[in-house]
Nanobody
Framework: QVQLVESGGGLVQAGGSLRLSCAASGRTFSSYAMGWFRQAPGKEREFVASIRWSGSTTYYADSVKGRFTISRDNAKNTMYLQMNSLQPEDTAVYYC????????????????WGKGTLVTVSS
C-alpha cells in the first residue's frame, strides 16, 4: 500500500512559478513509476509528467514540455514538479500518482492517487 500526499499548490500570476511536492509512504516507493496528472473544471483528468522508478527517464505532455520539470528523491520518498512560466490554462487540481509499470502516461496505469492540490493561475 502506498499513500500519496501532495503539497505546494496555490495562487500565482501568469508567468510565475510553483513547485509541487508529493510525499509517499511505504517502503516500496522506489519500485513505482511516479507521475503528475491534472484535472481542470469540466474536463477529464490528463497526463502532465512522469518519471521512471530510477529517475533516469522522464516524460511530459506537449503542453508543459520546456516549462515543467519532474524529479524524484527516492531516499526521501518524495517527487517534485517544478512549474515555470505558468499560464491560466494550467489552472487545475494536480494529482500525484504511482503505478507498478515501467512507463506511467495514462490513468490506466495508476495504482495509487493522492487527493490533489489546487493550482490557480491568474491572468
Amino acid at each position: 500500500q502506498v499513500q500519496l500526499v501532495e503539497s505546494g499548490g496555490g495562487l500565482v500570476q501568469a508567468g510565475g512559478s510553483l513547485r509541487l511536492s508529493c510525499a509517499a509512504s511505504g517502503r516500496t516507493f522506489s519500485s513505482y513509476a511516479m507521475g503528475w496528472f491534472r484535472q481542470a473544471p469540466g474536463k477529464e483528468r490528463e497526463f502532465v509528467a512522469s518519471i521512471r522508478w530510477s529517475g533516469s527517464t522522464t516524460y511530459y505532455a506537449d503542453s508543459v514540455k520546456g516549462r515543467f520539470t519532474i524529479s524524484r528523491d527516492n531516499a526521501k520518498n518524495t517527487m517534485y514538479l517544478q512549474m515555470n512560466s505558468l499560464q491560466p490554462e494550467d489552472t487545475a487540481v494536480y494529482y500525484c500518482a504511482a503505478g507498478r509499470t515501467v512507463v506511467l502516461r495514462t490513468t490506466v496505469g495508476v495504482d495509487y492517487w493522492g487527493k490533489g492540490t489546487l493550482v490557480t493561475v491568474s491572468s
